[in-house]
T-cell receptor, first 119, second 111 residues
Framework: GAVVSQHPSWVICKSGTSVKIECRSL??????MFWYRQFPKQSLMLMAT?????????EQGVEKDKFLINHASLTLSTLTVTSAHPEDSSFYIC???????????????FGPGTRLTVL | TQLLEQSPQFLSIQEGENLTVYCNSS?????LQWYRQEPGEGPVLLVT???GGEVKKLKRLTFQFGDARKDSSLHITAAQPGDTGLYLC???????????WGAGTKLIIKP
């Protein structure tokens, strides 16, 4: 099976600092990676779609200058939360898929998530 | 905007009982996936259904995709405490692969 890792698994930071979260596909090349945010007891909310070598596509309402996404290689995408504030505290999950966008049946493999707490 | 309505949002039943979770939409999906998520972890894929009317079984779990590919159900037979978790459905629209997520069903199986 395909494995996706995230680092760190949890982070606590002070308000105003920036936090970087890494998402890696360990045994396959991910043409596309997705970043989700999840509030307690709620479903996943897509933040952005990241294609290797190109700019990320952000969902409506997601500030691209605040949530910086870099998909520098086929196995690594990073999400940087800039100038974090307490309202940014959440569970951030990435997923990675291989295959082309035309392959609707291809599976997204999810990372374990990163718990961000901003004090 | 495509929506995927999942119900019930919360279900607490006794061990041994049966239950069904539903995901409904007015839109057609090319495929639909069911995930299970434990607290503090990412979702884990249970099954993908792609053909209208398709039925897939995973031990005591039965997944069905509606004939028109607009709805799906998850049926658990003789639920066990180990089935406790958050169950999420997610559909892939025709136009792209960004998944449309249901709100999730928090399932608690009491021993």
């Amino acid at each position: 099976g395909a494995v996706v890792s995230q680092h760190p698994s949890w982070v606590i930071c002070k308000s105003g600092t920036s936090v970087k979260i890494e998402c890696r596909s360990l045994d396959f090349q991910a043409t596309t990676m997705f970043w989700y945010r999840q509030f307690p007891k709620q479903s996943l909310m897509l933040m952005a779609t990241s294609n290797e070598g190109s700019k990320a596509t952000y969902e409506q309402g997601v500030e691209k200058d605040k949530f910086l996404i870099n998909h520098a290689s086929l196995t690594l995408s990073t999400l940087t939360v800039t100038s974090a504030h307490p309202e940014d505290s959440s569970f951030y999950i990435c997923s990675a898929r291989r295959g082309s966008l035309a392959d609707y049946t291809d599976t997204q493999y999810f990372g374990p998530g990163t718990r961000l707490t901003v004090l | 905007t495509q929506l995927l309505e999942q119900s019930p949002q919360f279900l607490s039943i006794q061990e041994g009982e049966n239950l069904t979770v539903y995901c409904n939409s007015s839109s057609v999906f090319s495929s639909l996936q069911w995930y299970r998520q434990e607290p503090g972890e990412g979702p884990v894929l249970l099954v993908t259904v792609v053909t209208g009317g398709e039925v897939k079984k995973l031990k005591r779990l039965t997944f069905q995709f509606g004939d028109a590919r607009k709805d799906s159900s998850l049926h658990i037979t003789a639920a066990q405490p180990g089935d406790t978790g958050l169950y999420l459905c997610a559909g892939a629209p025709d136009s792209n692969y960004q998944l449309i997520w249901g709100a999730g069903t928090k399932l608690i199986i009491k021993p």
